[in-house]
């Protein structure tokens, strides 16, 4: 870097810190502009959405009436059993039961029967029944599935599918399908292009001053770049670097954007320090409010229990007091029974 | 029934115990594969003959599935009766079509396990999503798995999302008539849970009606 007089410098950098707030003004501009634009589109970019999306539930609403429906063989659940086996034994236990139940109905109309029979029908009636009550659901549950099984076969032995009919149906609606796939993609392009024309619409007016802008921040950026002396990153300390040579707190660019780089480190440190110590001492505050809040319930718990304490003694004490009582009372019974 | 029962049923239970216990025993896949098993395949003449007949036969890969697994079962059990048996591919007869070997939508069925409701809404809880959408996307990649199944593969992901209106990665109906009507019902019987997004387009399948739908 040549030396120059700081006068000279001084100037310059004023120079560069003009064009470099032209530039932001005008890049402000320029942002202004295009959020206006934008704001203007929304309601036309929202419009074309929910049409978009209004023909396509149409469209679907009237294809899905097409939609193949599902044989109720595939659905209607086909009934399973619980069991998986059925013991002969089970039905045996409840032959012998209806059996010797019956024999002991006759026996008691007074129908007689051989000794050895006698015997043998009350215990059987006896263990048969109680097997029975224990093993008669394996086979109720059979019956009962068989049943339903039955049912379902008797709901659906006269449906019957054809290949030729099932092939037409979903051909048809994959026609249909492709079909309004395309009249969809033509309504798209046409909003499409009409959002477009919008856009164009409203941009039109400010399409010259966009690009006076942007010609504008081109040489303005052309300009900085051939003055120099401040690289890009620091183009923000411009301001300081001036004040510093101007008070002559720097002697020359290079201190003066030491200085300006140091002083701006030194702002960012006691702000992120600052905002740690805000941090901490949300967390402190917190801290001590949760303390209270426990000292609280601490107190609260310890009150309960002294009063726990006072109801459990009283009961203890009208408990005694109530045993007293009923023992003199029963001495005062013996002693009565003991005179008489 | 139960207590009091009718003498006559208990008496044809004792005479016919063996045939009754091979109807609720859960027939293995030796027995499908067996003389007795062609011949009870045979024997399924009618469409709801032969829904149960594969219903039982998928149904013994898993004898303990949820009602999710059941469902799913029932819904292959149909494609495979409605659409692939008696079919001129080579697992549209008998022994091939029991054979999970041999045929692509039992060797998907034997090893599919369903997401049953409570992991859907468990699910649908924790990731904060509708439990219908959900279901929906669930059964999508059911669909999409079957369908990669049929054709040998496991690139599912091109059965998940397709171009609106190409139906490209599918079998057209010129290509191979019966694989079409094969695909077609599987993705019609397996995805019918009635949920309807106009995002999605149209149910039950899951394509767009637009490109943007693509990556939703």
Same mark, same amino acid.
């Given at each position: 870097m040549m030396r120059m007089s700081n006068a000279n410098l001084i100037e310059q950098l004023r120079e560069l810190s003009a064009v470099k707030r032209r530039m932001l003004q005008n890049f402000d501009e320029k942002n202004e502009i295009k959020e206006a634009q934008q704001e203007e589109l929304n309601e036309s970019i929202e419009t074309y959405l929910e049409?978009?999306?209004?023909?396509?539930?149409?469209?679907?609403?009237?294809?899905?009436?097409?939609?193949?429906?599902?044989?109720?063989?595939?659905?209607?659940?086909?009934?399973?059993?619980?069991?998986?086996?059925?013991?002969?034994?089970?039905?045996?236990?409840?032959?012998?039961?209806?059996?010797?139940?019956?024999?002991?109905?006759?026996?008691?109309?007074?129908?007689?029967?051989?000794?050895?029979?006698?015997?043998? %029908?009350?215990?059987?009636?006896?263990?048969?029944?109680?097997?029975?009550?224990?093993?008669?659901?394996?086979?109720?549950?059979?019956?009962?599935?068989?049943?339903?099984?039955?049912?379902w076969h008797k709901k659906y032995a006269s449906v019957t599918v054809s290949r030729e009919e099932m092939a037409r149906q979903y051909a048809n609606f994959e026609k249909k399908f492709a079909k309004t796939a395309?009249?969809?993609?033509?309504?798209?392009?046409?909003?499409?292009?009409?959002?477009?024309?919008?856009?164009?619409? %409203?941009?039109?007016?400010?399409?010259?001053?966009?690009?006076?802008?942007?010609?504008?921040?081109?040489?303005?950026?052309?300009?900085?770049?051939?003055?120099?002396?401040?690289?890009?990153d620091y183009l923000h300390l411009l301001d300081k670097i001036i004040?510093?040579?101007?008070?002559?707190?720097?002697?020359?660019?290079?201190?003066?954007?030491?200085?300006?780089?140091?002083?701006?480190?030194?702002?960012?440190n006691e702000a992120a320090r600052r905002e740690e110590a805000y941090r901490q001492e949300q967390i402190l505050r917190e801290q001590a409010r949760q303390n209270m809040l426990h000292n609280q319930e601490m107190e609260r718990m310890e009150q309960k229990r002294a009063e726990d304490a006072r109801v459990h003694a009283a009961q203890m004490e009208a408990h005694a007091r109530a045993q007293a009582e009923e023992t003199k009372k029963l001495r005062r019974e013996l002693e009565r029974q003991g005179r008489s | 029934m139960g207590f009091i029962m009718s003498p006559l049923k208990l008496l044809q239970v004792i005479s016919t115990s063996a045939e009754i216990n091979r109807k609720l025993d859960g027939k293995g896949l030796k027995w499908y594969l067996s003389k007795e098993g062609g011949e009870s395949h045979a024997k399924a003449k009618t469409l709801p003959q032969k829904v149960e007949y594969f219903y039982g036969l998928l149904r013994s890969f898993n004898s303990d599935v949820g009602i999710a697994d059941a469902k799913f079962l029932q819904s292959m059990a149909y494609v495979i009766a409605a659409t692939v048996d008696g079919t001129s591919k080579p697992y549209g007869v008998w022994p091939a079509i029991v054979d999970p070997e041999q045929n692509p939508l039992v060797g998907f069925a034997k090893e599919h396990r369903s997401a049953d409701i409570s992991t859907v809404m468990k699910m649908s809880k924790e990731h904060d999503i509708d439990y219908m959408e959900l279901t929906y996307d669930v059964e999508q990649l059911t669909v999409a798995r079957a369908l990669a199944a049929l054709r040998g593969s496991d690139d599912y992901e091109m059965f998940m999302y397709t171009t609106p209106g190409a139906y490209?990665?599918?079998?057209?109906?010129?290509?191979?008539?019966?694989?079409?009507?094969?695909?077609?019902?599987?993705?019609?019987?397996?995805?019918?849970?009635?949920?309807?997004?106009?995002d999605n387009g149209v149910g039950p399948y899951n394509f767009g009606l637009s490109e943007d739908d693509e990556n939703e």
């Open positions: 049409k978009k999306e209004n023909f396509k539930e149409k469209k679907a609403e009237a294809l899905s009436e097409l939609v193949p429906s599902v044989n109720p063989l595939a659905t209607d659940k086909l009934p399973s059993c619980d069991v998986k086996e059925v013991k002969p034994v089970s039905a045996i236990f409840g032959l012998v039961f209806y059996a010797t139940f019956i024999l002991f109905v006759l026996s008691t109309f007074g129908i007689s029967f051989p000794m050895w029979m006698a015997f043998i %029908i009350v215990p059987g009636l006896l263990v048969s029944g109680v097997m029975w009550l224990l093993k008669n659901g394996e086979i109720s549950k059979y019956f009962e599935w068989e049943q339903q099984r039955n049912d395309m009249e969809f993609k033509e309504f798209e392009a046409v909003e499409n292009s009409k959002l477009e024309m919008k856009r164009e619409a %409203i941009s039109a007016p400010y399409k010259e001053r966009i690009e006076e802008l942007n010609a504008l921040l081109e040489a303005d950026y052309a300009e900085i770049q051939r003055i120099g002396l401040v690289h890009d004040e510093y040579l101007e008070t002559g707190r720097a002697d020359d660019l290079k201190e003066a954007l030491n200085l300006a780089i140091e002083e701006s480190q030194k702002m960012e | 490209e990665n599918l079998t057209s109906e010129e290509e191979d008539p019966e694989l079409f009507l094969i695909e077609r019902c599987i993705i019609f019987t397996l995805g019918d849970s009635g949920y309807y997004d106009s």
